[in-house]
Every structure is written in structure tokens, then in C-alpha cells.
């Protein structure tokens, strides 16, 4: 008998979301949600689809999936963020790695990712891995930074074939606004670690991200979705490095 999966997905004020990304891990044997507190109908929705539906406070993305993958009752844990969905394909192919035997024990997951109504092929979105998605929790934990987290893995890990399709941004509002919220904790744990600011880092950095999607990763093959977007992380970038020349200066 294949062992069981449980579905795990940290959540916060994602109402439009949620409804999706449950419907296509219905398949699990088990969904737990993380909530950090929304203030819309985003613990509601879960509720209608599991009655594990965690709430805790935000302390990072790292530590916040940890504590999810702690209410996991399952050993074989399947990570998908609010805005992630999980095609029919992904679902066959993880059933079939635990009917075989898994060849790792955790796997990277490609991500179809979308803007602006298209499919971004390029600007370094394609196949843009996270994390690895599918694994063993004995054998796996995210690392406990803020943001941009990694992971420890004892053992090897392997890649699957199927998708995962993310929609990161409802549209450029919603772009700006994580754009916001991330770039606010990338600059605290740049602060944090003791990284020195250079007032270069306001210009060459968001040059270089601009050149580097739209350019040498070809997002101009992507058509105005790959320049809005390409131009989108450029500003990004300089309101990041702005945000840690604020935190150095307040000390």
C-alpha cells in the first residue's frame, strides 16, 4: 500500500486564491492550511475543505512552513503555496512515486507561472523551481530565514516532470503590493546578516535585474508582459536596496 500525502499551504489574506489552489489538492489524503491571522475570508474558505486550519503568527516564510509541515500526520508532505494549483498530471506522477518506491527523498517541482493573462516562458520563470515541493519530512526542513528560504535535505533529491501552475500576481496592484511586503523583509535581513550598503546598489542592481530577465533570459521574446514584468523587478530591486540604506541609517 502507498503511503499517505498530506497537502500542507501557508496562507495570509489570499481570498481569491484559496478556493483554486484547495480545489487541486482535493486528492490528498490529508490538507492542512497555515493561516498568519487573515483579516479576509481566507480561513473560511479552508474550512470548507479540512478541518486543519492552523493559525500562527508570522515570524518568516521559513518558519512558517515548518510549523505546517509539523501538523502533518503524513511522513510524505506535498508544500503548495495559495497561489500554486496542482494539475492532474503533477497528482498521477507523485501517486506513481510512492506506488514504485520514491527515487529521492525529496523532489523539485517545475512551475508554469502566468501574468497579465500569458504564460511567462522566459525572464527566468521557466521552470522555476522552488524548494523542493514533494518529500519525506523526516528527511527535509526549511531553513529559517524570513524570505527567499532554502531548505536542508539529508539525502538526494530528484526532479519531477509535471507541473505546478502559479499565478503570482492577480495584476500589477497586487504585483506592487507583495512587491512591498518583501522587499521590507529582504531589507531587514540584509540589515540583519550585516551586509554593507553602497549607494551604487540604487542603480547598477536594478539595472543588472532588468537586464538580466528581459535581456539575457530573453523576456522580450515574452512580448509587453515580459518588459512590464522585467521593469516591475528592476523596481523591485531599487526599492529593496533603498529600504536597507533606510535601515542602516536608522541603525
Known sequence: MAPKISAV???YNDEPNMRACLESVKWADEVVV???????????????YTDKVFQHEFSGFG????DAVAHATHDWIFSLDTDERATEELRDEIRLQLERGPEARAFFVPRRNYFLG??????????????????HKVYMRYTRDPVHETYELDGRAG???SHVDQYPFR???HCLMKMDRYSTLMAREMNRRGRMFRVHQLFSHPLFAFLKMYVMRRGFL????????SGLYAYYTFVKYAKFWETTRGG
Open 63 to 66: 518558519t512558517l512552513r515548518n
Open 34 to 48: 497555515v493561516d498568519s491571522h487573515s483579516t479576509d475570508a481566507t480561513a473560511a474558505i479552508s474550512r470548507e
Open 118 to 135: 500569458r504564460r511567462i516562458r522566459r525572464c527566468g520563470w521557466y521552470p522555476d523551481y522552488r524548494q523542493p515541493q514533494f518529500f
Open 9 to 11: 499551504i501557508i496562507a
Open 171 to 173: 495584476d500589477i496592484d
Open 159 to 161: 526532479y519531477l516532470r
Open 222 to 229: 515574452d512580448g509587453k508582459p515580459g518588459l512590464i514584468l
